[in-house]
């Protein structure tokens, strides 16, 4: 009894808490920031804040390539909560809306979905919204303030039966890139979940490594 208690715990733990926390990467904020032109690596350590986030910790990484006109990136990530340590892997894609060179601002059309499976457990998440992007005017440092309202739809697959649910969630942050091609980003995640609501933070490292036709980013 005490064996199918702890995994029944472990299941609820996976597929009920880390799922409508997650983003793209398993246990990590939803990070729909606008990438910078070029191709970008970069690596994020998440933490759950409260009691319906599982206070678990996470890291991960993600390849985005930044275009003109839309981005694009996948990665994977470890989610190590009590008693479900596993792995997710996942991506995402946004468009960009054409408003203009000289506006401050970028709007895109974002989504994502990340996988996860663990001793039988299944988790898709897809979030999927609008991001806007704010550039702080600098003469040397890039500085990309953002915020993403999203609507976020979970299913569950617990072998003996599935659920799904659809919920409203966002993440917002800032982005800072430094003229040699490295930069840090800082990301909060809110999802509105009936009986609890995961709220997440996450900070990480990036570097850009500029290409031709990329365009020019943010």
Known sequence: MKAVARFSLAALA???????ASAQLLGLPVVFAPASAGITIGGMFG??????????????????????????????????FDLAKTI?????VGVNLPLGPSLPVKIMIVGGASYASKNGVKTLFIPGG?????????????????????IR???????????????????GGISIGLPMG?????????????????????????????TPGSGTGM
């Open 14 to 20: 996976l597929g009920l808490v880390a799922a409508p």
């Open 47 to 80: 933490r759950g804040l409260n009691d319906a986030s599982g206070k678990a910790n996470s890291a991960g990484g993600m390849l985005t390539y930044g275009g003109g006109m839309f981005q694009v990136g996948a990665g994977a990530s470890y989610f190590d």
């Open 88 to 92: 997710s892997f996942g991506g995402n």
């Open 130 to 150: 609008v991001t806007f992007g704010f550039n702080v005017p600098s003469t040397s440092v890039s500085v990309t303030p953002w915020v993403s309202p999203q």
């Open 153 to 171: 739809y979970t299913r569950i697959d617990l072998g003996a039966g599935s659920g799904s649910s659809t919920d409203f969630g966002g993440s």
């Open 182 to 210: 490295v930069g840090f980003d800082v990301a909060l995640d809110y999802t509105n979940v009936s009986g609890g609501s995961p709220f997440l933070v996450g900070a990480g490292i990036h570097y850009t490594i500029k």
